[in-house]
């Protein structure tokens, strides 16, 4: 089974509440379908900044914040995740069995 990980990014003096979350996927063009499918949803607070990451040929899509709080970096993530959940799902349901498929399941 896959798992996310989560560390903290270095700190920005504008922003010093960071985050970046590595989530490996079953493959790039997967990764890579995700990323423009959230890319698409700007962050509404100017407290919050988001940009995503793929490395080419890699499976792992990276999400990096960086907020003006704690609260604010928490209630970015919150929204990402239900986004995140989403995509997933519509993933699933369109691409038949790739989740199941490249995880092995």
Known sequence: MAT???????ADPQYPHSLTI????????????????????RE?????????TTLPDSPILQIHYKATTARMLRVATNGMFESLGTVLRVCEE????????ELGE
């Open 4 to 10: 996310a990980a989560i560390t903290a990014s270095p």
């Open 22 to 41: 590595s989530l490996p996927l079953p493959s790039h063009h997967l990764a890579d379908t995700i990323q423009r499918a959230l890319s698409v949803d």
């Open 44 to 52: 509404i607070s100017p407290f919050v900044q988001r940009t995503y």
């Open 94 to 101: 369109l691409d038949v069995d790739v989740l199941e498929k």
